[in-house]
């Protein structure tokens, strides 16, 4: 029960972590990109734009950062016998994500929000850029940990201890799924924020074309037009970001698919409830029943080779089925059930892999309505856009169910049960006192962030502060965004 | 110097670090509404951490997967004992986090006074509970021959630790009220140096007090050490130079205060890292929760390389943002200010 919950806590306290790390990585990368585009044009629509999607990143930073201090507590609190056994080299990442990431993400995000006015306006820029950076770096080295209990590299066994402990660091940092599973959250995060500003977008189009106009809300005309231009310049760069992120998404993902079906086999069979083994292998768009207890579920439409496809890149390749695994990992660990869980295995992928081709349709949607130039009025499109924004975060859940979930009943592929990682002397009491505690703050925080998100991402956008100037640089003055 | 030993120094280096640049924005956060008194004062107060307290936690975050990374054995056997304590932390440290940066993102009297509160109550409760924490460490608490904490939550809650949190509290109060003072000009200032006149001395009875029960708990005689001498010191120092009015070495006087407070624990604490009350022989210590060499050495090169580069734009943005603060900066109706251009909307 005390296992269950731990692993209950972890689950959603993770997946509520990363609704907002997304957002931060990609959206600092977007804000970065308009701050250099009003550098070089000296545009102010650009400058507005910088600071509308700006304070939109902070409102969300903030919640990622306290979110993700919950992580790292966690992994001693719930699972000290994981952190035990695989300190040495779990930590030694997670080190230097505080010490080369954190810093320079949290440092030149104060050093932006805050220095507007006291930096020179290049010096500013780079402020973002190493905010941006500092995301980048942060999620490489979580990925590289993460990796690692996906498929570990780069130890030997102490013959003191008994313990792994790591003896090649290049290992750990070249880890093939790492590789591949970074690029693919990266992608993500840049599809995830270029959804957000898409919809942020559209509905501000909306709005400017009086779709959403309530009574008694006149605007001049003009101020309409400003409006729609800007947030046509952002909408058309959300798209352009949009669909090349995606692709490659779709693409990296594929690609990761190879390369877990070779070191996880368990997490690609489950993923298509494929029980017996096969060759040539078909993918089944749906199913009805199936599981861990029903090997014989219905399956509807069935695509030739696309399974070969996905988990060899193989036309004719053959994937070995969960019940000769489980005879294989009984003979290799000995007695015990190595299969994970096949219902969320096969519907995450599923999911997943039908929510990245809604996202891809709507962008290709998009890009059709700017090369038409009728984006701006396109009634039907930015009312779905609005809404698509949910799409990305469905997406990236089911994407983490995927590769967690199919990672069971290990903690550590091959090292470490999941059970066996639990903290002993911490009692059920105790992680329900917990649970009620994180539920309690999270959802608070959920509430908050996404009221506050509405709410600045509704507001007019601000002008070019009106008592500006000039700066000693010869730029426009602009003043920070205090507390 | 052995690997293992290098890398408690470190340890203790960034926990000195975090209770030096968190400890004084702890201080403004607590004291931002009786320094600042009206709302252009509390937000002049805020303000002068704002661009700060964030990289300031980061210190925390780090002290936390150090120790996971050099000390598994440690991270393991603190962060489950510590279990309920820690969510309490987690909670404080979050509403804290969150306040300063929601605070300002809504017009309303009500909205503002209740994230002052969260404010106030987070920036309490993170220094006592890391004291409390801290001086368990040393104290000791029951962990059996497997290294797991045999106690409960209340078990946590003896007089050293409670304690220590309580002196850790009442330097961050005298280092925040030092902060503060030099950061701002006008009534903020004045009512900063009023605070850390009337804190400083008890700072410095609470310090002496420590001191003297850190030594008595460690045991070792009639040997004094010699941190905890200096750490009488600066805070007597730091008294001395609040009522002179030099603001600028009251700041270092507190700092100095704060740092070797802490050092004091780690100090007497090496080559133990958590002392076992159960038995001598179930103490955790630096060479039997330590990681392998050479994680170690990889580490000890990322330290190397970053901690300086780390200091070095630490030290740069709080140069960038030198300036004094004052509540005239921060006055509404918004439209005579131009700082709040920002927020202002256009409707």
Not at chain 1, 24 to 35: D, M, P
Not at chain 1, 166 to 193: C, E, K, M, Q, R
Not at chain 1, 328 to 342: A, I, S
Not at chain 2, 1 to 11: C, E, K, R
């Amino acid at each position: 029960m005390t296992l269950d919950l731990a692993r209950w806590q972890f689950a959603l306290t993770s997946i509520n972590h990363f609704f907002f790390v997304p957002v931060t990585i990609g959206l600092a990368f977007l804000t970065a990109i308009l701050q250099t585009a009003w550098h070089r044009s000296a545009k102010p629509e650009y400058l507005r734009l910088t600071r509308f999607f700006g304070t939109l990143l902070v409102i969300n930073v903030a919640v990622g950062v306290v979110t993700g201090l919950v992580q790292e507590f966690e992994f001693g609190m719930n699972w000290s016998n994981y952190s035990r056994l695989v300190g040495d080299i779990f930590g030694a990442p997670l080190a230097m994500e505080g010490l080369v990431a954190f810093f320079l993400e949290s440092t030149f995000l104060g050093l932006w929000i805050f220095g507007w006015d006291r930096l020179s306006r290049r010096v500013h820029l780079l402020a973002i850029w190493m905010v941006a950076l500092g995301t980048v770096l942060s999620a490489a080295f979580i990925m590289a940990a993460n990796s690692w209990m996906q498929h570990p590299v780069g130890y030997v066994i102490s013959k003191a201890t008994g313990k792994p402990q790591l003896n090649d660091i290049w290992a750990v940092l070249t880890n093939p799924v790492f590789l591949w599973g970074y690029l693919h959250v990266l992608l993500a995060s840049l599809v995830t924020a270029s959804g957000v500003m898409l919809a942020v977008s559209a509905w501000q189009l909306r709005r400017a074309g009086g779709f959403t106009r309530q009574a008694g809300d006149e605007v001049p005309q003009a101020a309409q037009d400003e409006r729609t231009a800007i947030f046509g310049f952002s909408l058309r760069l959300s798209l352009v970001v949009l669909v090349p992120a995606i692709i490659l998404t779709l693409f990296v993902g594929s690609e990761l698919g190879v390369i877990e079906a070779r070191y996880q086999p368990m997490k690609i069979a489950a993923a298509e409830a494929q029980w017996t083994t096969c060759q040539p292998c078909s993918f089944s768009l749906f199913q009805i029943g199936g599981g861990n207890n029903d090997h014989t579920p219905t399956q509807i439409i069935q695509i030739p080779h696309l399974l070969s496809l996905l988990a060899t890149n193989s036309w004719n390749g053959k994937v070995i089925g969960l019940t000769p695994l489980q005879r294989q990992y009984v003979k290799k660990y000995g007695p015990g059930d190595y299969v994970p869980n096949v219902f969320i295995q096969y519907w995450a992928m599923r999911v997943m892999a039908y929510i990245a081709t809604l996202v891809f349709l709507l962008g290709i949607w998009g890009l059709w309505l700017m090369r038409r130039k009728t984006i701006a009025r396109a009634r039907w499109f930015l009312f779905a856009a609005t809404w698509a924004v949910i799409l990305p975060f469905a997406m990236n859940t089911a994407g983490w169910l995927l590769t967690e979930s199919g990672r069971q009943p290990w903690i550590v592929q091959g090292l470490q049960l999941t059970r066996q990682g639990v903290s002993p002397s911490v009692t059920f009491s105790d992680v329900v006192i917990s649970m009620v505690a994180f539920g309690l703050l999270y959802t608070a925080l959920g509430v908050l962030d996404a009221v506050l998100m509405i709410r600045y991402s509704r507001k007019e956008i601000a002008p070019v502060p009106a008592a500006a100037g000039t700066d000693e640089h010869g730029g426009t003055r602009v003043p920070s965004m205090l507390y | 110097m052995t690997l293992v030993s290098f890398w408690f120094a470190v340890i203790a280096v960034v926990w000195t670090g975090f209770f030096i640049l968190e400890g004084f924005d702890f201080g403004v956060g607590l004291l931002h509404a009786a320094a600042g008194r009206d709302e252009a004062g509390k937000r002049a107060a805020i303000n002068t951490i704002g661009p700060l307290w964030d990289g300031n936690e980061v210190w925390l975050i780090v002290a936390g997967a150090a120790m996971f990374a050099a000390f598994p054995g440690w991270y393991a056997t603190m962060f489950s004992g510590f279990y309920l304590a820690l969510v309490l932390l987690l909670g404080a440290l979050m509403a804290r986090g969150i306040s300063f940066e929601y605070r300002g993102k809504r017009d309303s009297a009500a909205w503002r006074n209740t994230w002052s509160g969260l404010m106030i109550t987070g920036s309490v409760l993170v220094p006592v509970l890391t004291g409390v924490a801290l001086g368990d460490l040393l104290h000791g608490l029951p962990i059996d021959a497997s290294h797991e904490y045999t106690g409960s939550f209340w078990t946590l809650l003896q007089p050293y630790g409670i304690f220590t949190g309580v002196t850790l509290l009442v330097i961050c109060v005298t280092h925040g009220a030092t902060f503060l003072a030099l950061k701002t000009t006008g009534p903020v200032r004045d009512r900063a140096v009023a605070i850390a006149r009337r804190s400083a001395p008890v700072t410095a009875l609470a310090v002496l007090a420590f001191a003297l029960w850190t030594h008595a708990i460690a045991g070792k005689g009639l040997l004094i050490n010699p941190v905890e001498i200096i750490a009488v010191l600066a805070v007597l120092a730091a008294s001395w130079l609040v009522y002179a009015g030099l603001e600028g070495w009251a700041f270092a006087a507190t700092t100095l205060a704060m740092a070797t407070v802490v050092l004091s624990i780690f100090s007497e604490l090496y080559p133990r890292v958590m002392v076992s009350s159960t038995s001598p022989a179930n103490n955790l210590t630096i060479h039997n929760v330590a990681s392998g060499s050479y994680s170690l050495k990889v580490m000890t090169v990322v330290v190397v390389i970053f901690l300086p580069v780390v200091l070095a734009y630490t030290a740069w943005t709080y140069y960038v943002f030198r300036r004094r603060l004052s509540d005239k900066d921060f006055v509404r109706p918004q439209s005579t200010a131009p700082q709040q251009q920002a927020h202002q909307q256009a409707h």
